[in-house]
C-alpha cells in the first residue's frame, strides 16, 4: 500500500490549464517496472493529481521496490507528453529531458512521508 508524492511549484491561476492537461493525457504505456535483467521488482497501482496555489502534487501508489519506479516512468511516453505540457506553467525550469534529469527532478520533488496506514495495517475494530 505505499505512496509517493512528487511535488512541482507552477504559476498560480492555471488551475483549468493542468486540468485539461492531465485530462488529456494519454495512457502509462505500462504499470510493470523491470530491473536491467526483465524482472518485475515494482508495479505502478494508481495515481492521482492535486492543485492549489502555486503547488501541484501527483499521488503514486505502488507497490514493490520504488527505486526503479523513477527509472521506469523517464522511460514512459505518457509522462514526457504531460511534461512538455505543463512547461509554461511551471515556476521552476528543470531538465527532464533525460533518464538522469528525470531522476534528479524526481528524486529533489519527492515529498518526506511521515506516516502511511490502511484498513491492512489499522483495521477497524466493530
Same mark, same amino acid.
Do not use: W
Given at each position: 500500500? &505505499?505512496?509517493?508524492?512528487?511535488?512541482?511549484?507552477?504559476?498560480?491561476?492555471?488551475?483549468?490549464?493542468?486540468?485539461? =492537461?492531465?485530462?488529456a493525457a &494519454?495512457?502509462?504505456?505500462?504499470?510493470? =517496472?523491470?530491473?536491467?535483467?526483465?524482472?518485475?521488482?515494482?508495479?505502478?497501482?494508481?495515481?492521482?493529481?492535486?492543485?492549489?496555489? /502555486? =503547488?501541484?502534487? @501527483?499521488?503514486?501508489?505502488f507497490e514493490? /521496490?520504488?527505486?526503479?519506479?523513477? @527509472?521506469?516512468?523517464?522511460g514512459q511516453?505518457?509522462?514526457? =507528453?504531460?511534461?512538455?505540457?505543463?512547461? &509554461?506553467?511551471?515556476?521552476?525550469?528543470? /531538465?527532464?529531458?533525460?533518464?538522469?534529469?528525470?531522476?534528479?527532478?524526481?528524486?529533489? $520533488?519527492?515529498?518526506?512521508?511521515?506516516?502511511? $496506514?490502511?484498513?491492512?495495517?489499522? &483495521?477497524?475494530?466493530?
Amino acid at each position: 500500500m &505505499p505512496y509517493a508524492m512528487i511535488t512541482f511549484r507552477i504559476k498560480p491561476g492555471h488551475e483549468e490549464e493542468l486540468a485539461e =492537461v492531465f485530462g488529456a493525457a &494519454p495512457a502509462l504505456e505500462s504499470p510493470v =517496472v523491470t530491473d536491467e535483467n526483465g524482472e518485475e521488482t515494482a508495479r505502478l497501482l494508481g495515481t492521482a493529481v492535486f492543485v492549489k496555489d /502555486d =503547488v501541484l502534487v @501527483r499521488l503514486i501508489h505502488f507497490e514493490g /521496490d520504488f527505486a526503479g519506479i523513477a @527509472r521506469h516512468l523517464a522511460g514512459q511516453r505518457h509522462v514526457h =507528453v504531460i511534461e512538455d505540457r505543463i512547461v &509554461p506553467f511551471l515556476a521552476d525550469a528543470r /531538465d527532464t529531458a533525460t533518464s538522469d534529469g528525470f531522476a534528479a527532478f524526481f528524486r529533489n $520533488s519527492m515529498m518526506r512521508c511521515l506516516t502511511q $496506514s490502511s484498513s491492512e495495517t489499522h &483495521p477497524t475494530r466493530l
